[in-house]
């Protein structure tokens, strides 16, 4: 069996190579989306395939990156949602195009370093959180199909970080610690602002910041400056702390309230996707995560037409985020995801 590793750059695809390539035969691919690093990730990722004595193709995704990622990133923030590109790209890019490329150039799967779970049974693939809690990236791959679980690999999803680093280093990768790659590929140094404004055409223009009683406090920036649960920033006096509780798309407004109106029991969730295809049983609780840094809380599914539902929370949770994923867990299996409304 030929392997194609998807490399990044990093330990953890790194040490995905060397574990594979003590079993298969295994060849480099690293894609090229909107980094703005890319040379300098380029030659990292060659200098790697090089020490490790495999062969490098690069995989150009630009144009497809920006229709499917970044016109989802910047739209979410502009209608006033707070968008996961990850999630996104992970469906459409990552384990779709790129996917797609390795295994059209003859590989019969595609591995990255993952810190998740796949295992087979009863014909179905079940995805699983990874054994290492704190590097645990189930939650992005919540929107995978069973062909795109069927044809990937992930060596350390029973793996602990910190074993990683020991193993790449007793192979003579002594540089990793401490170059943890940034969570969003396309954003330099995190200025999220800044590329949206170089987005927005003039499509992002300044509005009211109102209380929950309609009381306009303010001026604000524009919509995509701002988020669910933030404090600072605002620009705004008030006797008690007020937080983002909402924005508004249609009227063009920031809406704050207290850290009380923060917190609510239930949400929407519209797109739905299940991993198996099928909802599970509605008859119990499942854990569900709204947001990547999120734990979890246990709540009860409901089912609505047009692959809808409504999750009621057993405790209220802070900073619901429309657009972003509420993810269904059972135990550390993932079952499936839907979007936030």
Not at 22 to 39: H, I, S
Not at 53 to 65: A, T, V
Not at 149 to 166: M, R, T
Not at 207 to 219: A, C, F, Q, R, Y
Request: proline fraction near 4%; glycine fraction near 10%; aromatic fraction near 10%.
């Amino acid at each position: 069996m030929e392997i194609g590793i998807a490399m990044s750059g990093g330990v953890d695809s790194t040490a995905s190579a060397l574990m594979l390539r003590e079993k298969y035969k295994v060849k480099g691919f690293f894609m090229r989306l909107a980094q703005p690093d890319f040379n300098e990730q380029k030659l990292r990722v060659e200098t790697i395939a090089a020490q490790l004595g495999i062969e490098l193709q690069i995989i150009d995704l630009r144009q497809e990156f920006d229709n499917a990622v970044l016109n989802y990133f910047s739209g979410s923030y502009f209608n006033g949602l707070t968008p996961n590109p990850c999630v996104i790209c992970n469906k459409e890019i990552k384990f779709g195009l790129f996917l797609d490329a390795i295994l059209k150039s003859g590989m019969d799967k595609m591995a990255t370093g993952h810190y998740a779970q796949i295992v087979k049974k009863g014909g179905l693939y079940h995805l699983s959180s990874g054994k290492d809690p704190k590097k645990d990236q189930s939650y992005f791959l919540a929107r995978l199909s069973q062909q795109q679980l069927g044809s990937v690999l992930f060596p350390l999803g029973d793996q602990e970080k910190n074993s990683i680093y020991e193993f790449v280093e007793e192979h003579g990768f002594p540089h990793f610690r401490g170059q943890e790659s940034q969570d969003v590929c396309f954003l330099e140094k995190n200025q999220i602002g800044s590329f949206l404004t170089s987005r927005s055409n003039g499509s992002a223009p300044k509005g009211s910041i109102v209380s929950t009683d309609g009381k306009v406090l303010g001026e604000h920036t524009g919509l995509f400056h701002y988020t669910i649960g933030q404090r600072k920033g605002l620009g705004i006096s008030h006797p008690e702390p007020l937080y983002v509780v909402g924005l508004d798309a249609r009227n063009n407004a920031v809406i704050v309230g207290t850290n009380d109106e923060l917190f609510r029991r239930t949400i929407e969730v519209e797109n739905l996707h299940w991993l198996s295809g099928q909802p599970p049983e509605l008859n119990q609780m499942y854990t569900v995560r709204i947001r990547y840094s999120h734990r979890g809380s246990l709540a009860h599914l409901q089912l609505k037409e047009n692959n809808s539902g409504t999750f009621t929370f057993s405790e209220p949770q802070r900073a619901i985020t429309p657009g972003q994923f509420a993810v269904v867990y059972n135990n550390t299996e993932l079952l499936g995801s839907g979007i936030i409304m």
